[in-house]
């Protein structure tokens, strides 16, 4: 597997009471789970003094994370999990609120195919939510990479080949495939700003659209578009410091007004609000992402790479 790293030294700040290191690496899935994930990747984090960082992760597709030393008190909306070591979401609209110790966390993001094909339940029922995945009915059959993904003495290679074993073993390829391939093909174009024209586009009528988005985007296909431009305005403000948030925003936002009402919903804060906070492993991530991977945010992600 293609395996690419970045490193990020961490600074003193008001948020972050002590000195930090970030390190993420991106291993890309092997062919047969093309379009199935976003990555599987491993962020370590150290921490200095026994302290914690805290930060908001932007809406993303669904995700599985394995922790090996702190485990984090995350929130989305009204879920939390304090000290879990296995932390699953579904695909959001929210932030995820975190606060994090020195730890070693494997990821898994599932991108729409890969929800239908390997978790396989209806994604609105579990849209922005977070659960500890061992005792949720629907994410406790991955509980069995724990023991690896989380065992300090385990070389990589046996890491990324338990993944790929577990993967394949849960693979249930299902009958909407070719349906969310299109679909998630015109979301990532930004090419439509209606659900007629996104429809047209995926060569379904607006009924099927919505039952396939519902069933494995986790939202309406008009909530998924508007996430999609928020999006790309989010990372190109986080990729360009200093920038103004007009100078981030999509080209598709009539006015700064739309613009910062539609930050509220998706960030729970205003854009300044956002701006004023440390982002200690979010603006290092999204940076890492978009410089070894191509894209800055799982949401900007298409089915094939």
């Known amino acids: 597997m293609r395996e690419k790293r970045h490193n990020v030294a961490g600074v ?4 972050c009471p002590a000195p930090y290191r970030v390190e993420a690496t991106f291993h890309a899935p092997p ?3 093309e379009g199935c994930f976003t990555s599987f990747y491993t ?3 150290d921490v200095a003094e026994n302290g914690t960082v805290r930060d908001w992760l932007q809406p993303e597709w669904g995700n599985i994370r394995f922790f090996a030393g702190s485990c984090p008190d995350a929130q ?3 879920s939390r999990v304090r000290s879990m070591c296995f932390n699953a979401t579904g695909p959001s609209s929210r932030p995820c609120r975190f606060e994090l110790g020195s730890s070693r966390m494997w990821g898994i993001g599932f991108l729409p195919l890969g929800w239908a094909r390997f978790v396989g339940a209806d994604a609105y029922r579990h849209a922005n939510v977070i659960c500890d995945g061992a005792s ?3 994410f406790a059959k991955f509980n069995t990479l724990e023991p690896v993904l989380g065992d300090p003495d385990a070389s990589t290679e046996d890491q990324l080949a338990a993944i790929c074993e577990t993967m394949d073993r849960l693979a249930r390829p299902h009958r909407d495939e070719p349906k969310v391939v ?3 093909t015109a979301l990532v174009s930004g090419e439509h700003v209606t659900v007629n024209q996104l429809a047209d586009a995926c060569a379904m009528s607006i009924r099927t659209l919505e039952r396939v988005c519902r069933r494995h985007f986790g939202f309406t296909p008009k909530l998924l578009m508007r996430r999609q431009r928020f999006m790309r305005s989010l990372t190109s403000f986080m990729l360009h410091a200093g920038s103004r948030w007009t100078e981030a925003m999509d080209r598709d936002y009539h006015d700064q007004a739309q613009f910062t009402r539609e930050f509220c919903e998706f960030m729970t804060m205003t854009p300044s609000e956002y701006a004023a906070l440390e982002h200690p492993i979010l603006s290092s991530f ?9 894209s800055a945010a799982q949401t900007l992600d298409g089915p094939a790479r």
């Open 12 to 15: 003193k700040d008001v948020d």
């Open 286 to 294: 999204v940076e890492a992402r978009a410089r070894t991977w191509g």
């Open 136 to 138: 949720h009915p629907v």
């Open 31 to 33: 062919e047969r789970f």
């Open 43 to 45: 962020l370590e984090l």
């Open 76 to 78: 989305i909306g009204a």
């Open 182 to 184: 299109r679909v998630h």
